[in-house]
């Protein structure tokens, strides 16, 4: 079992910034991808960014919609994942979660490629 706390969230004029975290439980973390998704109201599910875990972990794919201001990484030694989030916009209001990739996916995009998820953080962008 994988437990995935996010936080980091919070409430940010446009143009600002965030990082959330994610902590994930369990020894094997390093050899996963690991996600981020977002919510708005109303609206589904949408894909943000991932990274490549294992021993070509590193590589990183993003949203079109977040490309050149949103940034994740992570620390396998600390079992967390970032998101570093510059350049707000209202319309990145949203919940935002974090996610563990399935076993053999290297840079998974849908939410069915993952199998553990966090309770989500709440992000709002004030115009």
């Known amino acids: 079992q994988v437990q995935l706390v996010e936080s980091g969230g919070g409430l940010v004029q446009a143009g600002g910034s965030l990082r959330l975290s994610c902590v994930a439980s369990?020894?094997?973390?390093?050899?996963?991808?690991m996600g981020w998704f977002r919510q708005a109201p109303g609206k589904e599910r949408e894909f943000v960014a991932t990274m490549s875990g294992g021993w070509n972990g590193g590589s990183t794919y993003y949203a079109d919609s977040v490309k050149g201001r949103f940034t994740i990484s992570r620390d396998n030694a600390k079992n967390t994942v970032y998101l570093q989030m510059n350049s707000l916009k209202p319309e990145d209001t949203a919940v935002y979660f974090c996610?563990?990739?399935?076993?053999?996916?290297?840079?998974?995009?849908?939410?069915?490629?993952?199998?553990?998820w966090g309770q989500g953080t709440q992000v709002t962008v004030s115009s």
């Open positions: 369990g020894r094997t973390f390093s050899n996963y991808a």
């Open positions: 996610a563990k990739g399935r076993p053999t996916y290297r840079l998974p995009a849908r939410s069915n490629d993952y199998d553990y």
